[in-house]
């Protein structure tokens, strides 16, 4: 059986590729793995039968081989533990690259997320216009450093890894946002990244079931 994971019938991100099943999906295709997807509605998620694969509702999980994960880094952990192509052989170097996959989620990733939620969630908030200049100054700063250590080299450590896909799936959630546009290392390596053919298939099969999903609601 192939792996099941699931994902959003109609994505709040209007099919831009920024729902966290695309990392998922991402990772199966940089690694040839046929995959199989189960779409659910908001509904679905507060079900048993999906609370049971993620008890806090959300997607995307996966189910392989007998084993039921969420958490999407976690997901692509596994799957590139299990499957040659997204981490090196060598110790030291797949050490350095799930190292990446982590700063991704637990340093990067924060306050771009605290940044979303005050724009799309408390915007009718008095106080969310002062809190926005200080969430994008964290935001900057923590870009700042990763541009710093990126350099003019391709990927962030050796060759392309899951910790070059974890990156740059917490960084396209920027756009829109003019935060990344100061950093041009930084817009190139994610333009390297989306140009990866697995990329492209990945947001096409996405961005297929976002069109699915406002054709049927028309």
Not at 23 to 39: D, K, S
Not at 43 to 49: K, N, S, V
Not at 161 to 175: E, H, N, T, W, Y
């Amino acid at each position: 059986m192939p792996p099941v994971i699931t994902a959003f019938r109609a994505s709040p991100d209007r099919g831009r590729g920024l729902a966290r099943d695309m990392r998922v999906r991402w990772a199966l295709e940089e690694l040839g793995v046929p995959y199989e997807v189960q779409l659910l509605d908001f509904t679905d998620l507060r079900e048993p039968p999906h609370l049971a694969r993620n008890p806090f509702g959300q997607i995307p999980t996966l189910e392989t081989d007998g084993v039921t994960l969420f958490e999407s880094g976690a997901i692509i952990l596994h799957l590139a533990e299990t499957t040659p192509g997204l981490l090196p052989f060598d110790p030291v170097s797949r050490a350095r690259a799930i190292n990446w996959m982590f700063a991704a989620v637990s340093t990067v990733e924060p306050p771009i997320l605290e940044l979303q939620t005050a724009v799309l969630l408390e915007g009718q908030n008095d106080w969310t216009e002062e809190r926005l200049p200080l969430i994008r100054e964290r935001i900057h700063y923590r870009l700042a450093l990763l541009a710093a250590r990126l350099g003019e080299n391709p990927w962030i450590d050796g060759e392309f890894s899951a910790g070059d896909l974890m990156l740059v799936s917490v960084m396209i959630r920027l756009r829109g946002h003019d935060l990344l546009e100061p950093h041009a290392n930084l817009m190139q390596y994610i333009a390297r990244a989306e140009a990866r053919p697995a990329f492209q298939r990945a947001f096409a099969a996405q961005h297929a079931v976002y069109l699915a999903s406002v054709s049927l609601g028309d």
